[in-house]
């Protein structure tokens, strides 16, 4: 086999011998992630994108070498393998691997840390509610799983610390952190709207979200791996009638979402956003109550086109499916699981 400025990078970087000729000229081509990108380009095609930075006389100078060497079909510097696999390795078992999950005492919280429980991780449930959140972990436990509570409120820095910190200390790693927890506001036009009303929703719902993220990345970076799932809602993609102060927390989770993203999508973490619609969780069902309290009915309410409100573990599904390999290649994604709500 004879290599020239029409061999593709993929062929090139799958030849020991072409490798150090590469390396030679290019130092650290075969372990640049953009080479598996590029490994269908020419070299000469490679030499035309400004990007490559491969001038003239460098793409001389390899070519030149190239044409010194020839290799036989079944001669062992002949290619073996490309230098990255076609496709991420599904891992062999996730069963050490851990989970933390906030707001994790009901709803979609409890019924995701069910799922991932089920699914093989370790569960850290983490909630405001010390009742409700060490439910969850002796249903974890009844169920065969492990996990712990660690009582918590997101929108304190110590509390999130905290909450990290016993992960690591009892598990040794974080996997998968589900940056769930979120309260829902009084309904009231945006006219009447307390500052204190405003400043509590964006306390938990964007505070709450940004801390998980800072101290978990931070765990992660160090790893090298890791998934998170935020969860914003379908009043992240549009307004929700007299919730002026949530739907605006909740286009601030899906903003942290895309700039945490573009920031570790190089550092082996994968962070993404599910927006549920209508949920039959607690939240919901205290709807009715708020507005009795309040003696205020908004004017529209979300069209559920689906014909009814989701279970949880039906917003649980997507959130397993977002924390394991079988969402490798998704990222900075905002996920609608909204019976058609957006439509």
Known sequence: ???????????????????????????????????????????????????????????????????????????????????????????????????????????????????????????????????????????????????????????????????????????????????????LQKFSLLEDLDASEFDRIMNVNVRGVFLGLKKVLKVMNAQGYGSIINTASTAGLRAEHSMAAYTASKHA??????????????????VNAICPGGVDTALTQAVPMMMQESGYTPEEFPNMRIGRFAEPTEIAEMVVFLATEKSSYVTGSIITVDGGLTL
């Open 1 to 183: 086999m004879t290599f020239t400025e029409n061999s593709t990078l993929g062929e090139l970087l799958s030849n020991e011998t072409t490798v150090k000729i590469m390396e030679k000229h290019l130092p650290g081509i075969s372990t640049n992630p953009m080479a598996s990108m590029g490994k269908s380009f020419t070299l000469k095609q490679l030499s035309a994108i400004p990007q490559a930075n491969i001038s003239a006389e460098i793409l001389s100078a390899i070519v030149s070498d190239l044409l010194n060497i020839t290799t036989a079909d079944g001669d062992p510097t002949s290619p073996q393998q490309n230098i990255q696999n076609e496709s991420p390795q599904e891992p062999l078992t996730i069963n050490d691997s851990v989970a933390i999950v906030t707001g994790a005492g009901g709803g979609i919280g409890r019924a995701s840390s069910l799922k991932l429980s089920q699914a093989g991780f370790k569960i850290v449930a983490v909630d405001f509610n010390t009742v409700t959140g060490e439910e969850t972990v002796n249903m974890i436990r009844a169920q065969g799983g492990k996990g712990l509570f660690i009582q918590a409120d997101v929108s304190k820095e110590e509390d999130v610390e905290r909450f990290t910190k016993s992960a690591i200390d009892t598990y040794g790693r974080i996997d998968v952190f589900f940056n769930n927890a979120g309260i």
């Open 253 to 270: 989770v899906i903003g942290l979402t895309k700039a945490a993203a573009i920031e570790y999508v190089r550092k082996g973490i994968r």
